[in-house]
Every structure is written in C-alpha cells, then in structure tokens.
C-alpha cells in the first residue's frame, strides 16, 4: 500500500476472466491474492454522495476491514480520485458499523466479489466476479503523477489487446442503476 491519496484506475467488463489471466501470466504478472470481498457502502446523513460524487465504505476481507473514503473524480483520461483508507481491527467491526449508524450515516448497498489481485510493473490489476453484475478487471497504477499512470494504463492495455468495454460506473453506481 502506497501512501498517496490519489487513485488512478480505469475498469473494464470483461467477457473471459481465464483468457485475462493466460495474458497476466504470460506478461510475468505476479498473483498477490484471492479472496471475497464484501464491500458495504454509506449515505451521509446530511450530504448527498451521489450528488457530490462521494463514496464511503467498509470492505471486509480475510482478516482485514477497512473503513476508505472516495473523493469526487478528478479530471483524467482515467478515473481519478482522492482515496483514504483507515484499517480497522477485525473486533471492532460491530462497533465501527454502530458508531457510522449512530452518527446518522445509513447503509446504502452491500457488493459482494471474488478478487484476484496481480502485480505487473506499477500497476495493480483486480479481476472481479461481482455478484449480480458480472466479470471485470480494474487495473489501478501506484504512481502519485496523472500523466504517468495514464500512460502506464494504456501501455498495459495496448499489451492486453480487446478484452472488453471500458466502465465509468463505480460498482455502486451500477448496482443502484440496477436495482432502479
């Protein structure tokens, strides 16, 4: 983890999680990990997230919650946007879940994912099986400058060839689109 708030990232639907994962492995990148993700977002009690383009959630993972706070996009070729992330001890999760509702902050939507987590270069890439909305890849670059995460992404991309149709949506938005 890097500690720069600046999330540099485009996702991509993708058709064929396996012939992504061919392609990652003949590249020579490297699996970090797997697992379920279970993401639960918030609404603000008094500002609206989807008018100002914010997000909060707490993502629990293995033996890791986290508590990340998404800024509204930044103006990129890709989707940028300020990211804070706080780590949380696995036993005070209920807690952290009282304390959010006590201040007035509401559950807005749970997401559930499998993740694959590769490391090539700078870059991270997540392959997602998202419950309810399909396969994707995120591919996200370590690098606290645009111009050169920009060109890190379409660099990677252009190895990768057609895999699918770029996303601007974040999960959320495509899940509350969704249910609407």
């Known amino acids: 983890m890097t500690s720069r708030n600046i999330e540099y990232e ?11 994962r061919e392609k990652l492995t003949y590249l020579g990148a490297t699996l970090q990990g797997a697992g379920v993700e279970e993401d639960v977002y918030y609404q603000h009690p008094c500002r609206d ?3 100002s383009d914010e997000a909060l959630r707490i993502r629990n993972y293995g033996t890791i ?4 706070y998404k800024g509204s996009r930044l103006p990129a070729n890709i989707k940028a946007r300020e990211e804070i992330t706080v780590r949380i001890l696995r036993e005070d999760y209920s807690k952290l879940k ?4 006590k201040l007035g ?18 870059l991270t890439i ?31 991309l252009d190895l990768l060839g057609d895999i699918g ?5 974040t999960y959320l938005e495509m899940m509350l689109t969704k249910r609407h």
């Open 65 to 68: 919650i986290e508590l990340t």
């Open 10 to 20: 485009i996702k991509i639907r993708v058709k064929n999680l396996d012939e992504i």
């Open 126 to 156: 997540s392959l997602d099986e998202v419950e309810g909305l399909g396969s994707f890849m995120e591919v996200e670059a370590f690098t606290d400058h645009k111009e050169e995460a920009e060109e890190s992404i379409k660099n990677f």
């Open 98 to 101: 009282q304390l959010l509702e």
């Open 49 to 51: 997230f989807k008018e």
């Open 165 to 169: 149709e770029p996303v601007s949506q």
């Open 105 to 122: 902050f509401r559950s807005l939507a749970r997401i559930v994912k499998k993740r694959e987590i590769y490391v090539y270069e700078n």
